[in-house]
């Protein structure tokens, strides 16, 4: 056979194996979807494991998913690798895909479409080889879950082993509801039992609001001697006592007696745990019943009495700092001296005791007046205005003025300032002011102990001048005060 005829016959062969190839494919049918089963009261859930490496299922049940499982309600998996996804085409170079992980779980093989075989009749020799070699080859590959061969193996389990469902799930949902009806019964004796607490706080409420509250009757302990009765703000303030809110709770959460019947053998030794579990909640929760309403007898006789403490006095809140009331030229210092932390709550009044420790006064003058036979003089202290009067029918020349206080003494000359009364007109009236405050004047925190005793001078001199006899005179007078004295009439 020439060349020519040998390429002719390979060229036939490879087309015809790729064209058999196609048409044949890896021989794979299309795998069923998932197996619908109803679902039985999923609220309360059983499950039972798989075990890859026995490539079964387990008789132990659980509460919970055990990573592969089936939920016995609809006898779905849980916990399987159930997606459907593509995989990478390998070719030789990279071998064939990975095994599942499970026997439920393919790797599908569907053949390619039509044109993956045109090319290949009209590129045999070529793509043929390159496809078997880098992976094109004729199969796309699909990882798919075997819903019907794991429905068929759930029910072969379950028939061998003689294991039924239903009845489980019944045994666990009366569980549960006994455990949701143990909790719900106690939490409705709390809340049956809270009620009455707040209906007892409420009318112990209203009964206090409608106290009259005592009034403040205050005594002043006058430690200063300057006291007169001054009103001074109370330093006390009546408050109502808080109440406490009583609550009790007996309730209980049972989930704890359900989870620790887990994991149980099917199904016999699950039904008997069950069983079991029920008849412990019911027994604990009429125990638990019984217990508290005894408790509650306690419970109300106690929060009445603490009620009845509460209404039965009110709280003093006291300021002990010390405060001042002013007045003018003068400011009492006070602090309180004496009060009760609480107080009857029927009585009237309650008693307070105040103590004024000490004064201050500020510009005390006595009033002053003098005169001889040309001049008078006189001194206001509310004004502080010096008022000199000529007496004659002559003009008279004020030469200085000068003020006595203690041991001080402060003289305003005639330099014409204009707040000097210069001259005086016959039978004529001048007022001046005082011309400077006097530090001796003022008096801080004293009390009579300081001032007992003691004298306070006061005085004028006048220098002045009779123009018409041009003679020289000097009007003067120093009083002495008793200091205590003048101070109580501030």
């Given at each position: 056979?020439?060349?020519?005829?040998r390429?002719?016959?390979?060229?036939?062969?490879?087309?015809?194996?790729?064209?058999?190839?196609?048409i044949?494919?890896?021989?794979?049918?299309?795998?069923?979807?998932?197996?619908?089963?109803?679902?039985?009261?999923?609220?309360?859930?059983?499950?039972?494991?798989?075990?890859?490496?026995?490539?079964?299922?387990?008789?132990?049940?659980?509460?919970?998913?055990?990573?592969?499982?089936?939920?016995?309600?609809?006898?779905?998996?849980?916990?399987?690798?159930?997606?459907?996804?593509?995989?990478?085409?390998?070719?030789?170079?990279?071998?064939t895909?990975?095994d599942?992980?499970?026997?439920?779980?393919?790797?599908?093989?569907?053949?390619?479409?039509?044109?993956?075989?045109?090319?290949?009749?009209?590129?045999?020799?070529?793509?043929?080889?390159?496809?078997?070699?880098?992976g094109?080859?004729?199969?796309?590959?699909?990882?798919?879950?075997?819903y019907?061969?794991?429905?068929?193996?759930?029910n072969?389990?379950l028939?061998?082993?003689?294991?039924?469902?239903?009845?489980?799930?019944?045994?666990?949902?009366?569980?549960l509801?006994?455990?949701?009806?143990?909790?719900?019964?106690?939490?409705?004796?709390?809340?049956?039992?809270?009620?009455?607490?707040?209906?007892?706080?409420?009318?112990?409420?209203t009964?206090?609001?409608?106290?009259?509250?005592?009034q403040?009757?205050?005594?002043?302990?006058?430690e200063?001697?300057?006291?007169?009765?001054?009103?001074?703000?109370?330093?006390?303030?009546?408050?109502?006592?808080?109440?406490?809110?009583?609550?009790?709770?007996?309730?209980?959460?049972?989930?704890?007696?359900?989870?620790?019947?887990?994991?149980?053998?099917?199904?016999?030794?699950?039904?008997d745990?069950?069983?079991?579990?029920?008849?412990?909640?019911?027994?604990?929760?009429?125990?638990?019943?019984?217990?508290?309403?005894?408790?509650?007898?306690?419970?109300?006789?106690?929060?009445k009495?603490?009620?009845?403490?509460?209404?039965?006095?009110?709280?003093?809140?006291?300021?002990?700092?010390?405060?001042?009331?002013?007045?003018?030229?003068?400011?009492?210092?006070?602090?309180?001296?004496?009060?009760?932390?609480?107080?009857?709550?029927?009585?009237?009044?309650?008693?307070?005791?105040?103590?004024?420790?000490?004064?201050?006064?500020?510009?005390?003058?006595?009033?002053?007046?003098?005169?001889?036979?040309?001049?008078?003089?006189?001194?206001?202290?509310?004004?502080?205005?010096?008022?000199?009067?000529?007496?004659?029918?002559n003009?008279?020349?004020?030469?200085s003025?000068?003020?006595?206080?203690?041991?001080?003494?402060?003289?305003?000359?005639?330099?014409?300032?204009?707040?000097f009364?210069?001259?005086?007109?016959?039978?004529?009236?001048?007022?001046?002011?005082?011309?400077?405050?006097?530090?001796?004047?003022?008096?801080?925190?004293?009390?009579?102990?300081?001032?007992?005793?003691?004298?306070?001078?006061f005085?004028?001199?006048?220098?002045?001048?009779?123009?018409?006899?041009?003679?020289?005179?000097?009007?003067?007078r120093?009083?002495?005060?008793?200091?205590?004295?003048?101070?109580?009439?501030?």
């Open positions: 056979m020439n060349k020519s005829a390429s002719k016959v390979l060229n036939f062969g490879l087309i015809g194996l790729s064209s058999v190839m196609l044949t494919g890896c021989g794979n049918k299309p795998l069923p979807r998932k197996v619908s089963h109803l679902e039985y009261k999923p609220e309360a859930a059983l499950f039972a494991p798989y075990s890859v490496s026995d490539k079964e299922f387990k008789k132990s049940i659980y509460n919970t998913p055990q990573n592969l499982s089936v939920r016995l309600n609809d006898l779905s998996p849980t916990g399987f690798n159930t997606s459907v996804r593509n995989l990478k085409m390998d070719g030789i170079l990279w071998g895909p990975s599942p992980k499970t026997s439920f779980e393919v790797v599908e093989c569907k053949r390619k479409g039509t044109d993956v075989f045109l090319k290949n009749v009209i590129y045999a020799p070529f793509v043929l080889g390159l496809n078997i070699i880098l094109g080859g004729l199969c796309e590959y699909h990882h798919v879950f075997d019907e061969e794991f429905d068929d193996s759930v072969e389990w028939e061998d082993e003689n294991i039924h469902p239903k009845v489980l799930i019944d045994g666990y949902a009366t569980l509801q006994e455990s949701k009806n143990g909790s719900a019964t106690l939490a409705q004796f709390s809340n049956e039992t809270n009620d009455k607490l707040n209906e007892m706080l409420s009318k112990y409420k009964i206090y609001s409608n106290y009259k509250i005592p403040e009757q205050a005594v002043y302990k006058d200063s001697g300057f006291y007169k009765h001054e009103n001074l703000k109370s330093l006390v303030d009546v408050q109502a006592n808080k109440f406490s809110q009583k609550s009790v709770n007996y309730k209980k959460e049972y989930q704890t007696n359900v989870d620790r019947n887990f994991p149980c053998e099917a199904d016999q030794e699950c039904l745990k069950f069983q079991g579990a029920t008849s412990e909640i019911a027994t604990d929760v009429q125990k638990r019943l019984t217990e508290a309403q005894k408790e509650n007898k306690k419970v109300f006789s106690d929060y009495n603490l009620l009845q403490k509460t209404i039965s006095t009110y709280s003093i809140s006291k300021d002990s700092s010390e405060h001042s009331v002013e007045k003018k030229h003068k400011i009492l210092y006070y602090t309180l001296f004496k009060a009760p932390d609480t107080i009857k709550s029927r009585i009237q009044k309650f008693p307070t005791t105040y103590k004024i420790t000490s004064a201050s006064f500020t510009e005390i003058y006595p009033a002053y007046k003098n005169e001889d036979e040309n001049i008078k003089i006189a001194f206001n202290p509310e004004t502080k205005n010096i008022t000199l009067e000529n007496k004659t029918k003009f008279i020349e004020i030469q003025v000068s003020v006595y206080y203690g041991s001080e003494i402060y003289t305003i000359n005639n330099d014409k300032n204009t707040n009364v210069n001259e005086l007109s016959p039978d004529a009236v001048n007022t001046m002011s005082l011309w400077r405050d006097i530090p001796l004047a003022d008096y801080k925190r004293i009390t009579t102990k300081d001032t007992n005793g003691k004298k306070l001078s005085g004028f001199a006048v220098k002045y001048k009779t123009i018409q006899q041009n003679q020289q005179h000097t009007l003067y120093l009083d002495s005060h008793n200091l205590t004295r003048i101070l109580k009439t501030f």
